[in-house]
């Protein structure tokens, strides 16, 4: 499966972004999907992922109740609404995606990686 992440920019605190995973391939309602996020001289953090089911989320502590992610199988993307933006929401996010379920909270549990977006919010 190949994914492209979108929907990155600049915004002042407290707005709000929509980031969006498109998934090719065929499946993409088996597999689980993270968002990760690395900022400059960071490693790359989790944020949230969703089970194939769309009932299993998780988020990080440092985005629980402002982010919600969500799926669409039929449109094969994967979505990450976030609210209320802070200075240290600044980061290149990734989506990714893989097959176990498993371990969702550690990159190294993904196959397939997009890009990258940009998300950089001002104070």
């Known amino acids: 499966v190949q994914l492209q992440a979108s929907g990155g920019g600049l915004v002042q605190a407290g707005d709000s972004l929509r980031l969006s995973c498109a998934a090719s391939?065929?499946?993409?309602?088996?597999?689980?999907v993270g968002w990760f996020r690395q900022a400059p001289g960071k490693e790359r953090e989790f944020v949230s992922s969703?089970?194939?089911?769309?009932?299993?989320?998780a988020y990080s502590d440092s985005v629980m109740g402002r982010f919600t992610i969500s799926r669409d199988n039929a449109k094969t993307t994967a979505y990450l609404q976030m609210n209320s933006l802070k200075p240290d929401d600044s980061a290149v996010y990734f989506c990714?995606?893989?097959?176990?379920?498993?371990?969702?909270?550690?990159?190294?549990?993904?196959?397939?990686w997009g890009q990258g977006t940009q998300v950089t919010v001002s104070s």
């Open positions: 990714a995606a893989q097959l176990t379920g498993l371990n969702a909270k550690r990159p190294d549990a993904y196959t397939y």
């Open positions: 969703v089970g194939w089911n769309t009932q299993r989320t």
């Open positions: 391939g065929r499946s993409f309602a088996s597999y689980t």
